[in-house]
């Protein structure tokens, strides 16, 4: 087996760990939890993925492409002394803000429970991208299948100990669980082994693709989680219960995106011309399995959901919504295959006015398909901005990038 097929092989298991994982979870809590405390647990997961995907952007996405190879394992303990130290600086901030506000007591405890679950998603997602820059995503797939069965056995004991029993301490779980496991994964890197007198100067090797790609972050999560805020501030959270629901027959297939990114960003980076026809020909096969899962779902979408959910009263023309995030997960994919293109060749500053523009584009194409349509026009709002973007970025590539090489 060549490196290329080892390590995409290795990383698309280790985001399969993730998605099972995550699918475990959201199908517990489907269970557990009523529709409007589902859809609280959905918003609030969104806001978590938001703060803890502007630390990857800021330093995650950047340190896959600028580390050193002559010094990889000082380079990562510098840039993640740099993020727990920020950390550090935002959680005394935060305590101080709120205790001298006297914020009532259920206010903090979202906002901190959001905090340092966010912050451990962050640590964790780091350290995956460092395993997987320097070669050794064993052990990303070893950190991830150890939180896949502690949150078995979590769920497992939570029939006779009730450690979830609401959207907050179903994120707390998530946090603690991340939390735990990422300290001997960090030991065996020997990520605490950093260098005081270079810190600044490695976290400058990152900043402007690092500043780049925060701001294509935070325009991405906008226009990508669009459909989450307007729906919230729209339908309520009955609606972001619905959506999330038909999310699970298409979530296993999303999170694998990560996991192929991250296998192929780095060598793209530095051969990009024959790595990138090897991303062309994974992507194709993902393509074709997409469709055909789809074909699939159109007449089985209604059993399987009675099949996962013991309740379904509130989650009705499920199979609707089932099919249009199938149509928004095939441009999820064409979106995410021209957008990891760009990113190898270092295209931040293009991707960040594209989802500028988009951003504000998909809150107005959400509202008004939302009001209309309801809980299918905010979807069907997702998808038309999904679609622009992807051919966007792919008319970007062929006539700066690909026209460039040929």
């Known amino acids: ?124 997602d780091f350290i995956t991208r460092f395993c997987i820059a320097i070669n050794k995503t064993i052990y990303a797939l070893t950190m991830n299948l150890i939180i896949f069965f502690s949150l078995i056995v979590i769920i497992f004991l939570n029939n006779n100990f009730a450690y979830i029993e609401d959207e907050l301490s179903a994120l707390y779980v998530i946090g603690c669980i991340n939390l735990l496991t990422i300290f001997p994964i960090t030991f065996l890197l020997k990520l605490f082994k950093f260098n005081p007198k270079l810190i600044f100067s490695d976290f400058l090797l990152i900043k402007n693709n690092g500043f780049w790609s925060t701001l294509s972050h935070i325009f991405m999560n906008i226009r990508g989680q669009a459909h989450i805020y307007i729906s919230a501030l729209v339908l309520g959270p009955t609606a972001i219960a619905q959506m999330n629901a038909a999310r699970l027959f298409v979530a296993p297939f999303m999170l694998l995106i990560p996991g192929i990114n991250f296998a192929f960003l780095p060598k793209l980076s530095k051969e990009f011309d024959y790595y990138h026809n ?68 270092s295209e931040f500053k293009f991707i960040s006015h594209m989802n500028f523009l988009l951003s504000l584009a998909s809150l107005i194409v959400i509202y008004l398909f939302s009001t209309i349509f309801f809980v299918a026009g905010a979807l069907i709002g997702l998808l038309i901005i999904e679609l622009i973007l992807g051919f966007s970025l792919y008319s970007y590539f062929r006539k700066k990038i690909h026209g460039n090489s040929s």
């Not at 309740?311 to 095939?330: F, H, K, M, P, R």
């Open 1 to 124: 087996m060549s490196k290329i097929k080892f390590h995409l092989t290795i990383s698309v298991l280790n985001q399969a760990a993730v998605a099972v994982t995550n699918y475990c979870l959201t199908i517990y809590l489907l269970n557990i939890l009523s529709v409007e405390n589902f859809g609280l647990y959905g918003i609030y997961f969104a806001v978590v993925l938001f703060l803890s995907g502007i630390g990857n952007a800021l330093f995650g996405t950047p340190l896959t492409v600028a580390i050193p190879q002559e010094r990889k394992g000082e380079f990562g303990a510098n840039i993640l002394a740099v993020i727990i130290t920020l950390v550090a600086i935002l959680a005394l901030t935060l305590v101080s803000i709120f205790e001298f506000f006297f914020i009532a007591t259920e206010y903090k405890r979202l906002f901190y429970i959001i905090f340092f679950t966010s912050t451990s998603l962050l640590l964790k």
């Open 278 to 345: 090897k991303l062309k020909k994974t992507y194709f096969v993902f393509y074709v399995c997409i469709i055909l899962y789809t074909l699939l779902l159109i007449p089985t979408s209604n059993y399987i959901f009675s099949v996962i959910a013991q309740d379904q009263s509130g989650y009705e023309n499920i199979s609707t919504l089932v099919l249009i995030w199938c149509a928004i997960l095939l441009s999820v994919f064409f979106r995410s295959q021209n957008e990891i293109s760009l990113q190898s060749r």
